[in-house]
């Protein structure tokens, strides 16, 4: 059974920063690239980044803000956020955007003053 864990999150003012990590099992996260999604409370999840190798793409909302990076020896995939907004408020996941597995728990975000 797939797991994966994120940790990281909490509650940050607006213009704050935080960084989710999100371990994969050993296995998967080097055939895949990965991705973070985000939902928000009453929203349906929505993709927010994804790196593939060297290579990165988000989602509008978070450009400029977020940064996703992974460390293949530690497998675990990172997401640097800053400049954090009230509308960032969500319970982040992490997955592999090409085969969706089953989800982890998420890790709550919380951005308010």
């Known amino acids: 059974q797939v797991q994966f864990v994120e940790s990281g999150g909490g509650l940050v003012q607006p213009g704050g920063s935080l960084r989710l990590s999100c371990a994969a099992p050993r296995t998967m996260f080097s055939l895949y690239a990965m991705g973070w999604y985000r939902q928000a409370p009453g929203k349906e999840r929505e993709w927010v980044a994804s790196?593939?190798?060297?290579?990165?793409s988000y989602a509008d909302s978070v450009k400029g803000r977020f940064t996703i990076s992974r460390d293949n020896t530690k497998n675990t995939v990172y997401l640097q956020m800053n400049s954090l907004r009230p509308d960032d408020t969500a319970v982040y996941y992490c997955?592999?955007?090409?085969?969706?597995?089953?989800w982890g728990q998420g890790t709550q975000v919380t951005v308010s003053s």
């Open positions: 790196i593939n190798g060297g290579s990165t």
């Open positions: 997955n592999v955007p090409a085969a969706i597995k089953p």
